[in-house]
């Protein structure tokens, strides 16, 4: 089998020497993302103030501060779900959760943001290297210049920056779950890694439906029985405490937020605001759910089968955060790989010298970042008790009235165009270009594929 080829199962052959691909050696390929990061960097200091009062990148941590408040609880044998475990924030995660949280009650606060933090930014890199390897790239310098470029500027995204903010942890769901799912189908353990992330948050087991459509029959089999030990684990250390969670507060949305909030970017946020209700109409959102769900999630098995992982797994992250019944912003992390896919098409374009096509396609990840960028709406006088007040997201800010079927909920346009694209790319169009084999020094120089893409998976 050609190194980057797919074994039978239909997985990445990630886990051996490959020769695949470099980066084109044309200076300004390299120029010009260094030089957009550093923008990038100057304007994470400066757009919103970074010592802002709040709103300074470090300066909130709140989601950080109740995940180390969940693992004292159950450090110090304290009840987790009765009661808000910091002030008036409930702790929402499973009890799993608080046993992998626990190296945050064994130190400082601001040790805690410290190595949360840079960790993040860690497993930022570590999701746009294994985006770039398992679109066919070889990891080398030049790649390296450009995946630290990227994360750079993928700080600037709203999921992103806020996560930062928060103290979040969906980067690093992201980062298991990709970790798990682009290594080799024929993995034993493949499906432990959605079996933990779903353990600590329930949303990433939507991964298994990915699992299934794509007949991964053995890791569906292991991320269930992942799953199901980080419950017995959970059960193990706090028992009454994990019967209070999967039988009550498991099926409680509202604790998570009020569902018209303009940050709920899910679907059933998006009819809350339509039909501007706090309780949307349950058929009307299970219908959309279906809906979304299938056209997610078949463009994300269409991707597979077509060899492009990456974008697949983008398509199958942001569908579980549309149906889910609360999405904040920074939960779709998930346009991280699904900008290194834009990128890679604009590659491809230009390392075959077809430079009105790489200058077309440029307008791919300019959009996504436009969609997502840190839009900011400053109020002096403040707002929700807070003085100043910044607004972060283009869902935060007041738009035109002829933009707001865009601007109030983006990112499920986002999610709807990048899946309708892909079916008719690769359905519509019969483009087979994707993660590619071995090949020769410079992107666009196929070994396995005259068309510039694998075959299609069967």
């Known amino acids: 089998m050609a190194a980057g080829a797919t074994s039978s199962d239909g997985g990445e ?27 990038a960097l100057y304007l994470q200091y400066a757009y919103i103030p970074f010592r802002a009062h709040v709103f300074g990148l470090f300066q909130n941590q709140a989601d950080l501060r109740v995940y180390r408040a969940g693992a004292q609880h159950l450090l110090h044998g304290q009840p987790i779900y009765d009661r808000p475990v910091l002030g008036h924030f409930d702790y929402t995660y499973t009890p799993f959760s608080t046993v992998v949280m626990q190296p945050l009650a064994w ?20 999701v746009v290297i294994a985006s770039f390897r398992a679109l066919g790239y070889r990891l080398d310098a030049r790649l390296v210049v450009v995946a630290t470029s990227l994360v750079a500027i993928a700080l600037l995204l709203e999921p ?3 996560t930062i903010w928060y103290g979040q942890i969906n980067v690093f769901l992201m980062a298991i779950v990709m970790w798990d799912l682009l290594r080799p189908s024929g993995s034993r353990l493949r499906g432990v890694g959605v079996g933990i992330a779903a353990g600590i948050k329930l949303t990433p087991a939507f991964f298994v439906f990915f699992l299934a459509l794509t007949r991964s029959w053995r890791a569906v089999a292991v991320a269930a029985a992942t799953g199901v030990a980080t419950v017995v684990v959970g059960v193990v250390f706090i028992p009454k405490q994990s019967w209070m969670f999967w039988t009550d507060k498991v099926f409680d949305s509202q604790r998570v937020g009020d569902v018209r909030n303009p940050a709920n970017q899910s679907l059933r946020g998006a009819i809350a605001h339509v039909f501007e209700t706090r309780e949307p109409n349950t058929v009307v959102w299970l219908l959309a759910v279906v809906v979304v769900a299938a056209l997610g999630l078949g463009a994300a098995m269409v991707a597979h089968r077509h060899g492009n992982d990456v974008l697949a797994l983008s398509l199958t992250g942001m569908t579980t955060t549309a149906v889910s019944p609360f999405s904040w912003g920074h ?16 590659l491809q374009a230009w390392t075959r010298e077809a430079y009105v096509r790489a200058a077309a396609l440029t307008a ?37 009235e ?25 359905l519509v169009g019969g483009r087979r270009v994707a993660t590619r084999g071995a090949t020769d020094d410079v992107v666009g120089e196929p070994v396995d594929s005259a068309v510039g893409g694998r075959s299609p998976r069967r």
């Open 160 to 162: 992103v920056r806020t």
């Open 331 to 346: 939960h779709w992390v998930w346009f991280v790989p699904l900008l290194v896919v834009t990128v890679d098409l604009v």
């Open 13 to 39: 052959m990630m886990g051996r020497e490959v020769t695949g691909r470099t980066l084109p050696r044309h200076p300004a390929l390299y120029a010009i993302p260094v030089a957009l990061a550093a923008v």
């Open 364 to 400: 791919l990840p300019v959009a996504l970042v436009l969609s997502t960028f840190v839009w900011k709406f400053f109020l002096p006088d403040g707002a929700m008790g807070l003085r100043p007040f910044y607004g972060i997201g283009l869902f935060m800010n007041p738009v035109p």
């Open 402 to 426: 002829w933009f707001r079927w865009f601007g109030a909920q983006p990112y499920l346009w986002v999610l709807l165009v990048t899946a309708s694209a892909t079916l008719g790319t690769y």
């Open 107 to 126: 130190v400082s606060k601001d040790v805690a943001v410290a190595a949360w933090s840079a960790l993040v930014v860690v497993a930022l890199f570590y």
